[in-house]
């Protein structure tokens, strides 16, 4: 199983911009559909971004598109999320998560990180 850390929340005002990154253990993270969900406080985790092992293809909540890019470096073993136009509404604790294909990341149904916590001021 594949081990997961995120890194690069924090505060930010609206309108800004953070990059999370997430690193994985293992040889084995190229067979990986990558995503990221979070979870603002008092509600449900929810998608925001998965891509496809080879990142081929890439897929987004609507509430992200158009601001937020995911991608990934293979070689480094690791996936990013590049987050601009940043929302109060975006402040949670971001997850990162491997899995066998979109649909189960998107469930949040692959492997888990510890979380990141981004903070959008207004």
């Known amino acids: 199983q594949v081990q997961l850390v995120e890194s690069g929340g924090g505060l930010v005002q609206a309108g800004g911009s953070l990059r999370l990154s997430c690193a994985a253990s293992g040889r084995t993270f190229s067979i990986y559909v990558m995503g990221w969900l979070r979870q603002a406080p008092g509600k449900e985790r929810e998608f925001v971004a998965a891509i496809s092992s080879k990142g081929a293809s890439t897929h987004y909540a609507d509430s992200v598109k158009d601001r937020f890019t995911i991608s990934r470096d293979n070689a480094k073993n690791t996936v990013y999320l590049q987050m601009n136009s940043l929302k109060p509404e975006d402040t949670a604790v971001y997850y990162c998560?491997?899995?066998?294909?979109?649909?189960?990341?998107?469930?949040?149904?692959?492997?888990w990180g510890q979380g990141t916590q981004v903070t959008v001021s207004s």
């Open positions: 998560n491997a899995g066998a294909t979109i649909a189960a990341v998107s469930r949040g149904l692959g492997s």
